[in-house]
């Protein structure tokens, strides 16, 4: 059901009532909004499409309050057709009990004539609250979603829920985990990660959407959000270089990194062009802290980041960079657009 459509890239749509989060989200995720300045946000008004640089596709939906988007005369047909999974955001700082009750009408409309649709439910705006409070309205909110679904005779309804906030990397994880359900690939991409890990002693290994910096896949070791902070501000060095300099690689490696093979501690100690690629394939590796990183683009949306431990002195590149590659040939296979 996913994935069908033209593009074939995973459809998101994000809805839930007016003032929950919506247009904060999808700044800060698909356009780099400091999370503050959220603050001075129009809310969202109506439908908005935004068409973005990313693997991934995105439809922001004000909650419809004046509008029954199950009415016949609104064309649900062409809008949930192609959407792979709603996001249904809720405010835990906010009454709450109008906002489950219409997520539910929802899910249980969807449920007939959409059930392949992926219900995800965001407890949003969660930095807001004492640990305990937190907990507590996170299972109030699960419990009573389910309680009121098989009350309507919808046992066991396939919806997730995830505790979210803008000012730390919970939204990125959560919408990481939202975008995994929706890729077929992702047992292959998964063994293939596996095995460049283990080809090359790399800790952790992710498939990132640059723009958005949510993952795709990583390997199946113990994923903590440590590494995935580190990888993820990696990009942001890595992309607002290439921001600056207009994705020009030649002005990129003459201005930063042109230095010769040494390797220098805290310093980029390669960036190097792949030629007959369909697009130019960046490359870095560089040590931070206690860490190597590395940094390859596989297409246009999407990078590897590699976090290797100390024990990984830059002559291993050459390992690295074969390793990679066979991975980047592969991925060519899973992703051939
Ligand atoms: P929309 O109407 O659903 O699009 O909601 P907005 O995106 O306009 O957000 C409404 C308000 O919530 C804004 O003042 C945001 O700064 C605030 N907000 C959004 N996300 C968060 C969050 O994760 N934590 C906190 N504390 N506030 C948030």
Redo the contacts with the bound molecule.
Sequence with gaps: PNGKIGDNKPRLLLM?Q????????SSVVFHKLPPSE??Y?E??TRIKKESMHSFMDFQVW?FPGHVDYFDPAFDTENIFDEIGALIW?IDA?DEYLDAIARLNTTILNLQQHYPAINVEVFV??V??LSDDYRSDTFRDIIQRVQDELSDAGYENAPVSFYQ????DHSIFEAFSKVIQKLIPELPTLESLLNSLCSNCRIEKAYLFDVLSKIYIATDTSPTDSSSYEICSDYIDVVVDVSEIYGWDRNLIEKSSYGRGDEAIPGEAVAVEETGNQDAESLITMERKGNNYLYLREINKYLALICLMGDDSPSDKKALIDYNVGVFQAAMKEVFPR
């Excluded at 007016?18 to 989200?25: A, H, L």
């Design positions: 839930g007016r003032r929950s989060g919506k247009s904060s989200i959220t603050l946000l809310t969202t004000d955001v700082q949003h705006k930095d807001g979210t906030s803008i000012y």
